[in-house]
């Protein structure tokens, strides 16, 4: 079993930055993809930003520009540097990785609330 641990996860205001880290206890460069995703309350969690399995990398609309993911193999942890972070982007934030022969994998998730 791949374990994903994320944190960086906290309270900032509107137009403040944070930066997620989530680390895996496996190898990521075998990964198939590995990404963000997010779940507001009352509300579907959807994608932030993943790496697909070609290496490349989709954003939701709603964070182009704004958020950046990032990786580091070495370390086995991808990063999501969030800027001018807004009051919607308030969430539980997960990490995911589909891994092969193993399936999906997620993390345990790390709070993000935006407000002044």
């Known amino acids: 079993q791949v374990r994903l641990v994320e944190s960086g996860g906290g309270s900032v205001q509107p137009g403040g930055s944070l930066r997620l880290s989530c680390a895996a206890s496996?190898?990521?460069?075998?990964?198939?993809?590995m990404g963000w995703y997010r779940q507001a309350p009352g509300k579907q969690r959807e994608l932030v930003a993943i790496f697909t399995s070609g290496g490349s990398t989709n954003y939701a609309n709603s964070v182009k520009g704004r958020f950046t993911i990032s990786r580091d193999n070495a370390k086995n942890t991808v990063y999501l540097q969030m800027n001018s972070l807004k009051p919607e982007d308030t969430a539980v934030y997960y990490c995911?990785?589909?891994?092969?022969?193993?399936?999906?994998?997620w993390g345990q998730g790390t709070q993000v609330t935006v407000s002044s």
């Open positions: 995911q990785a589909n891994i092969p022969y193993r399936g999906s994998s």
């Open positions: 496996g190898s990521i460069f075998s990964f198939n993809s």
